[in-house]
């Protein structure tokens, strides 16, 4: 690794405004995500996560800095974004119906220039019940299993920053454990970086190394995960308890 | 600079209306009183014909949401109706009009009775096929037809009471009386129809089946219906047409696909959202294709220019195809849209406030500026966000 | 038995013909969503660029090559600037605009090459009287053996392509998710010029094999294809390739059989007929066609 200082962090998001039009989301939010870090944003709905990771991936137009490992990348093409090395788990799992498990598989590898083959293998290992269904068609896979492939998909392009955009939506709590699990392994073994945002946040944030809270298109509170979930007034407004 | 605000129904608007109304009217009657040349008239009488084929394409789309390609056949039926009356039966031609009119209404309700289970693409294919066929048709039935000779000498003499000769001259006249008022009746056909209650509610559930069954619009009856009176209108343009030829022949570009592309072009370059589109995209069809066919020998075209079009065929077609995609990028709604876009910076029509008595609407003027049901073009558009202005 | 086995040669070549270009409009169909209206006139104008390179510079099949070349080019470019901006604004205008198109290219024939009558054009395969194999008593000409090879080898090849190749596997998944596509790196717009560039050399393909059963070239020669093909593809269900190949086979068999054993009530100008036919019972019946896949209404 080269020592300079941009390194520390995998993604620098400095005074970033996006929106839909006329509409103005984001008003200028800052935030990091550190090398193998696992960092959550937290957010009421219409607080404009989706919008974030939207903004950082490059689909939708946006005005301030965004630097992926030193490099901005406030100017480029999402396409582009994805071969520098980051991958985006979209809302809704963008998974490829038509297509098999084993070709979703290959989609996400597709910014790749050799052959996937001894990654699909190992991660059809890691989610064996996509090993079973390997040659179906994906839109026949339950939510989880979506879910399951749409990570896996996305760590095809071997990113360094995972934006994984409500991946517990939808899922029955059982399978929001395993899912996060499945992540916090992740993160720790293949020195992937993961931005993630979540409206409802429990198991989230017991992964999670810090946390950042979103109201209304501003960061209001950020920290460590584990001081937050300690301090009363923010467990109480967005955990519930 | 504000647009000034006019308020429906009052005597601003009348007078707004009069004005349109006088415009329209002096248009279509003076050239009765100018004595213009035969083939002036029947100039004249050419745009007419094409304003009401489009007219009656324009209501198919405003109601259907969809493109037919297939006007071309029932123009084509209403051209050999009239044609096989007169020259096979020894019809007065007068008397084959209503059975032109007749049977053409009846040919599109059955071609609408299986339309209405179609969506997207399959409707125009549909339409496609219709216009494919009939000349095929045409030529097969030859006995009947002519087949590809075709049928000669019709001949429509003015009848007695109009004081007309026949000469040419005065044929020419007729023809155009006639042609004017089959256009006229059009014109209050479809109007009518796109103001009536029916007809709102048409437009309102035009996308959504759905919706229909749940507000009690038996989309079914009112889409057949319509598909039979656009048929009807479409077979009255051509029995006047084969009138103005004197002759029917399968070959004819007018019978064929290209013909009912022809129609589609000059529905929307008139503009689609309007009842006054077709003709004005008929008088700028008429003209383009009248200029660029004489292009050629113009004095002032540059010599080279004149060497590249020397004897190069479909100039106008090709100029018009040109056209028509810059229309979608540049004017979608065509000629009228994009006026009535502009006009609304300088006058505006604002509805009377509640109270001021009964909402009288009807009268003319005002309905030039009202859309007639909002085609695909204008829903789809109006769905993006508009970057400021009216 | 013989007029079976005529009118079964006779109708798979024509059906090759409906089956190539029926490819072409699901390539597009599956590829953006849109029904290329001007397809067959697509295939009509690389034809006509054929006759011409051939006539001047190049040996037949030299000059075919390059046409596909130029109706690849044709096909990105219409994609890229002009289907997708209108497509923004609103589907009628693709549609419109397409049959603009089909009117545009169809003029554009005569106007370019200043040609008035069909002009000949070099056959592609052995086409004297005695070019033929007998077979059960009937005649099956070399060239309409040609063209049913011809269909097979583009389509093989198009399965290898779509199937084990990376651009295939883009352009299958921008037709699946085009918003998820660019997620995964690939620039989706490339992708759809790519479709519609495809789309157009199979065309292309179709229109020499028109033009070399034909003898010669002529700007109305694809109108009555286009429909059949068309027919051809809905039958086929408008995603689906194989369905499109089988149905256009099919589709010509049948056009031949039902022309040949009823001669006074349908014969050769009635053929198309046939396919009017089919649309309406397919849509009447099956809207999602024989091997489409089927789409649940949920109100």
Redesign the interface.
Same mark, same amino acid.
């Given at each position: 690794m080269d020592g300079s200082a941009d390194t520390a962090d995998v993604l620098a998001v400095e005074g970033l405004y996006a929106g839909y039009g006329p509409v103005e989301v984001l008003h200028g939010i800052d935030l990091t995500v550190g090398v193998r870090e696992i960092v959550v944003v937290l957010g009421a709905n219409g607080a404009g996560k989706t919008t974030t990771m939207r903004a950082v /991936?490059g *689909?939708i137009p946006r005005k301030g800095v965004v630097r992926f490992a030193g490099r901005d990348i406030s100017n480029v /093409?999402?396409?582009a974004i994805?071969?520098a090395g980051v991958?985006?788990v979209?809302q809704g799992r963008?998974?490829? *119906? +038509? #297509?098999s498990v084993e +070709?979703n598989l290959? !989609?996400?590898a597709? $910014?790749r220039n050799d052959d996937p083959s001894d990654d699909i293998s190992r991660w059809l290992d890691v989610f064996p019940r996509l090993k079973d269904r390997r040659a179906q068609k994906a839109g026949s896979l339950s939510g989880g299993e979506q879910q399951m492939l749409a990570i896996a998909?996305a760590l095809m392009?071997r990113p360094r920053l995972l934006l994984c955009d409500e991946p517990s939506l939808g899922l029955a709590p059982v399978l929001v454990q395993e899912m996060f699990r499945t992540l916090a392994e992740l993160n720790r073994d293949t020195n992937t970086a993961v931005l993630l945002v979540e409206q409802n946040a429990n198991l989230a944030m017991a992964i999670a190394h810090r946390a950042y809270l979103l109201e209304t298109g501003a960061i209001v509170a950020s920290g460590d995960a584990k001081e937050m979930l300690d301090d009363d007034a923010i467990r109480k407004a967005y955990l519930g308890y | 600079m504000k647009p000034i605000r006019i308020e429906q129904g009052s005597r601003a608007h009348w007078l707004l209306r009069l004005i349109g109304f006088g415009t329209i009217a002096y248009l279509a009657l003076s050239p009765f009183f100018r004595n213009l040349k035969a083939n002036e008239y029947g100039q004249l009488t050419d745009i007419l014909i094409l304003a009401l084929a489009a007219m009656s394409l324009n209501l198919l789309v405003g109601y259907t949401?969809q493109?037919s390609?297939g006007q071309s056949a029932f123009f084509g039926l209403g051209a050999y109706t009239t044609a096989i009356l007169m020259h096979n039966y020894g019809w007065e031609t007068q008397w084959t009009f209503p059975v032109a009119v007749v049977l053409c209404f009846v040919v599109g309700v059955l071609v609408g009775i299986?339309a209405l289970?179609?969506t997207g =693409?399959?409707l125009?294919? !549909?339409t496609?096929?219709?216009a494919?066929?009939f000349p095929?048709?045409v030529?097969?039935f030859d006995a009947l037809t002519g087949g590809s000779r075709g049928i000669q000498n019709l001949r429509y003499d003015p009848p007695s009471w109009t004081g007309l000769s026949h000469s040419t001259l005065d044929r020419s006249i007729w023809l155009y009386a006639v042609a004017l008022s089959f256009t006229v009746i059009g014109y209050l056909v479809v109007r009518n129809l796109v103001k009536s209650r029916v007809g709102r509610s048409m437009v309102a559930v035009r996308d959504n089946t759905?919706a229909a069954a749940v507000m009690g619009v038996n989309v079914a009856v009112v889409k057949t219906v319509t598909f039979g009176i656009s048929a009807a209108l479409a077979g009255l343009a051509g029995s006047v047409f084969v009138l103005r030829q004197t002759q029917a022949n399968p070959d004819n570009i007018y019978y064929t &696909?290209?013909g009912a &592309?022809?129609f589609? $072009?000059i529905m $929307?370059i008139g503009g689609t959202a309007s009842l006054l589109g077709p003709i004005v995209g008929a008088v700028v069809y008429y003209r383009v294709d009248d200029f660029t066919r004489s292009l050629p020998n113009k004095d002032w075209l540059p010599g080279a220019a004149k060497d590249f079009l020397r +004897?190069?065929? @479909?100039?106008a077609? !090709?100029v018009?195809?040109?056209l #028509?995609?810059l229309l *979608?990028?540049v004017a979608?709604f065509g000629i009228v849209g994009l006026a009535k876009r502009i006009g609304r910076r300088f006058v505006v029509l604002v509805p009377r406030p509640p109270g001021g008595g009964g909402g009288q609407r009807g009268g003319f003027a005002s309905e030039e500026f009202e859309a007639i049901p909002a085609?695909? %073009?204008e829903t789809?558009?109006s769905a #993006?966000p508009t970057q400021g202005g009216p | 038995m013989k007029d079976f086995l005529q009118y079964l040669f006779d109708g798979l070549s024509s059906g090759a013909i409906y089956a190539l270009i029926a490819v072409s409009l699901v390539i597009v169909y599956r590829g953006t969503g849109h029904?290329n209206?001007a397809q067959g006139e697509m295939a009509m104008i690389s034809a006509f660029m054929a006759w011409w390179l051939s006539s001047n510079w190049m040996p037949i099949w030299a000059a075919v090559v390059v046409s596909m070349i130029f109706a690849f080019a044709l096909g990105a470019i219409t994609e890229g600037l =002009?289907i997708r901006? =209108?497509g923004q604004?609103?589907?009628?205008?693709?549609?419109?605009?397409a &049959?603009?198109?089909?009117?545009?290219? @169809?003029? %554009?024939a005569?106007?370019a090459w200043?040609v008035?009558v069909p002009q000949a054009f070099e056959s592609l395969f052995p086409k004297k009287d005695s070019d033929f194999a007998r077979i059960g008593g009937a005649t099956w000409r070399y060239e309409y053996i040609g063209v049913l090879i011809t269909l097979l080898v583009v389509a093989t090849l198009l399965f290898l392509l779509f199937q084990k190749t990376?651009l295939g596997?883009?352009m299958?998944?921008v037709?699946?998710?085009p +918003?998820?596509?660019? #997620?995964?790196? &690939? @620039?989706?717009g490339r992708v759809l010029m790519v479709s519609w560039g495809l789309a157009a050399t199979v065309g292309a393909v179709g229109g020499a094999m028109v033009a070399s059963l034909r003898g010669n070239v002529d700007p109305s020669m694809m109108?009555?294809i286009f429909?059949s093909a068309?027919?051809a593809a *809905?039958l086929g269900g408008f995603d689906s390739l194989i369905g499109a190949v089988v149905a256009g086979l099919a589709l010509g068999v049948i056009e031949n059989m039902v022309a040949g054993y009823q001669p006074d009530i349908i014969?050769q100008?009635?053929k198309? /007929?046939v /396919?009017?036919i089919v649309? %309406?019972v397919v849509?009447?019946f099956r809207?999602s066609g024989l091997f489409g896949?089927r789409r649940v209404e949920r !109100?």
């Open positions: /991936s *689909m /093409s999402p396409d994805v071969r991958a985006h979209p963008g998974t490829f *119906m +038509d #297509l +070709d290959r !989609v996400g597709y $910014v998909r392009s | 949401g493109i390609i299986p289970r179609l =693409i399959y125009s294919l !549909v496609l096929a219709l494919q066929l095929a048709l030529r097969k759905t &696909i290209l &592309i022809i589609l $072009v $929307v +004897d190069r065929p @479909n100039l077609t !090709v018009f195809s040109a #028509l995609i *979608m990028f979608p085609t695909p %073009l789809s558009a #993006l | 029904l209206f =002009i901006p =209108i604004r609103s589907q009628f205008a693709v549609a419109v605009a &049959i603009g198109l089909l009117l545009g290219l @169809n003029a %554009l005569p106007f200043k008035t990376k596997l883009a299958r998944a037709a699946s998710n +918003d998820s596509a660019p #997620l995964a790196g &690939i @620039n989706k109108l009555a429909f068309t027919a *809905m014969g100008e009635l198309g /007929s /396919s009017l649309i %309406l849509l009447l809207p896949t !109100v």
